[in-house]
């Protein structure tokens, strides 16, 4: 039978990097998408900028099956998805901490590039056709769309996750399993941190700094230091968000965040600091005890969860109590329930095992001419460009490898 030579399920990140990666195999490339744009989500990334890649891209910063990942990772360090948007007419350019943008700082640019090649190298693309079913036939798949039901040769399985739903639904893991893939257990990661009401809702809107410190059950996991904003209900910010990457692992019993405010400063330091401001201003009030530190609701706040009179003047506090305040401005703690919904959250935890792919060129090993990439898969990385560099990682390497084999059989 003839027909298509490969379709790609999804028209995001990885979908358009294994479109492009096939182009020109016969019969062509068809991408399908449910969204009525392509690469909507790339729009919002990084606040519109898209944080493409990463300079350094290790091990440390991807959690899931790691182990299996590292060798596919080592193949493609960062400079090499830098060139494959180079090829595409798109610069980039790394910030200090290596987290790399379009040159123009646009998402748009990103979306651009890759959609004006898909157009040049014949890859055509149907938007507002979710697929409904995948079928394995003789040589190849019968998918099934709004659009009617087409033959392909090879079908690229690239969905992506649950998270942020208005981008992507999370249905590429039904067609995974009716595939005969298995699913590990999925949970929104890179998101905010569920702590109660009463001590978020009169901080909501601040933003500070903090080394932000997970605990569980009185030990500490990991701390990332950051900007850390203040929710009705919740605790976010970049730091809390690569924290939150961790939950899977953990699970949410007995967590609790400590915030160190004044990172800076030791716990000496800041007691000789209180108990200077406390002789030299002995009428203030208590409440007003770190307004020369931190913002000053967020000041006052830190002397209410203490359980002290705001009103009682800093001449009546001892230098115990004040050595109390020093320990507590650097461990604010925290406790936390779990991640915010998938709505609030930038990746998923969990899917398809890599175990069920040859990384070599992410064909499935359960269903021959299937192949899986991005986010549908077992791998989740931290902010900073990691799950957009798996993406097109995984992406041009699937795309590659249906180009490679139809070369092979020429
Ligand atoms: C707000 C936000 C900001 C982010 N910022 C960054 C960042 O700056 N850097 C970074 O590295 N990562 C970022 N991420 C994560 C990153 O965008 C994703 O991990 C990445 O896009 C995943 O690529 P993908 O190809 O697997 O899936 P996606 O890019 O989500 O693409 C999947 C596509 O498949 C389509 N689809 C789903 N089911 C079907 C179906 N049945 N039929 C047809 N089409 C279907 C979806 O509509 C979607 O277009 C961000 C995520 C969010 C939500």
């Given at each position: 039978m003839r027909g298509l030579g490969a379709a790609v399920v999804g028209a995001g990140a990885s979908g358009l990097a294994a479109a492009l990666g096939a182009a020109g195999v016969p019969g062509g490339i068809l991408a399908l998408e449910g969204n009525g744009k392509p690469g909507r989500k790339l729009l919002a990334t990084g606040n519109g900028r898209c944080?493409?890649?990463?300079?350094?891209?290790?091990?440390?910063?991807?959690?899931?099956?790691?182990?299996?990942?590292?060798?596919?990772?080592?193949?493609?360090?960062?400079?090499?998805?830098?060139?494959?948007?180079?090829?595409?007419?798109?610069?980039?350019?790394?910030?200090?901490?290596?987290?790399?943008?379009?040159?123009?700082?646009?998402?748009?640019?990103?979306?651009?590039?890759?959609?004006?090649?898909?157009?040049?190298?014949?890859?055509?693309?149907?938007c507002g056709r979710p697929v409904e079913r995948i079928l394995p036939v003789k040589g190849g798949f019968l998918v099934k769309s709004a659009g009617g039901e087409r033959f392909a040769r090879r079908c690229v399985l690239a969905c992506g996750g649950k998270a942020s739903p208005k981008h992507s639904t999370g249905s590429g893991y039904g067609l995974a399993r009716s595939l005969g893939h298995t699913v590990t257990p999925l949970s929104p990661s890179l998101t905010g941190l569920q702590a109660p009401k009463k001590f978020t809702r009169p901080l909501k809107g601040i933003r500070c700094r903090a080394r932000v410190a997970l605990f569980q059950k009185g030990r500490e996991l990991c701390a990332e230091s950051g900007e850390v904003i203040f929710g009705d209900g919740s605790v976010s910010g970049i730091c809390v968000m690569n924290l939150s990457a961790r939950l899977r692992e953990l699970g949410a019993e007995g967590l609790e965040l400590r915030l160190d405010l004044l990172e800076q400063f030791s716990r000496e330091e800041l007691r000789g600091y209180l108990q200077a401001l406390a002789e030299a201003h002995p009428g203030r009030p208590a409440g007003e005890l770190f307004s020369g530190a931190l913002?000053?609701?967020?000041?006052?706040?830190?002397?209410?969860?203490?359980?002290?009179?705001?009103?009682?003047?800093?001449?009546?506090?001892?230098?115990?109590?004040?050595?109390?305040?020093?320990?507590?401005?650097?461990?604010?703690?925290?406790?936390?329930?779990?991640?915010?919904?998938?709505?609030?959250?930038?990746?998923?935890?969990?899917?398809?095992?890599?175990?069920?792919?040859?990384?070599?060129?992410?064909?499935?090993?359960?269903?021959?001419?299937?192949?899986?990439?991005?986010?549908?898969?077992?791998?989740?990385?931290?902010?900073?460009?990691?799950?957009?560099?798996?993406?097109?990682?995984?992406?041009?390497?699937?795309?590659?490898?249906?180009?490679k084999e139809w070369e092979a059989k020429a």
């Open positions: 944080n493409l890649t990463n300079e350094s891209i290790a091990m440390d910063h991807y959690h899931g099956d790691v182990r299996s990942a590292a060798p596919f990772l080592n193949a493609w360090p960062a400079a090499r998805v830098r060139r494959a948007f180079l090829r595409l007419g798109l610069l980039t350019r790394a910030d200090a901490e290596g987290r790399v943008y379009p040159h123009s700082l646009q998402a748009a640019a990103v979306a651009e590039a890759l959609l004006s090649a898909c157009r040049e190298q014949g890859v055509s693309l149907e913002n000053l609701r967020l000041g006052w706040e830190l002397v209410h969860w203490m359980g002290w009179d705001p009103d009682r003047p800093l001449v009546r506090l001892s230098p115990q109590e004040l050595d109390r305040a020093a320990g507590w401005a650097k461990a604010v703690p925290i406790p936390v329930s779990g991640p915010l919904s998938w709505e609030q959250a930038q990746c998923t935890a969990g899917g398809v095992p890599l175990e069920e792919v040859d990384l070599e060129t992410m064909e499935s090993r359960i269903c021959p001419g299937l192949y899986l990439t991005g986010e549908l898969l077992d791998l989740d990385g931290d902010c900073g460009g990691y799950n957009l560099h798996w993406a097109w990682a995984t992406g041009f390497t699937a795309g590659l490898a249906i180009q």
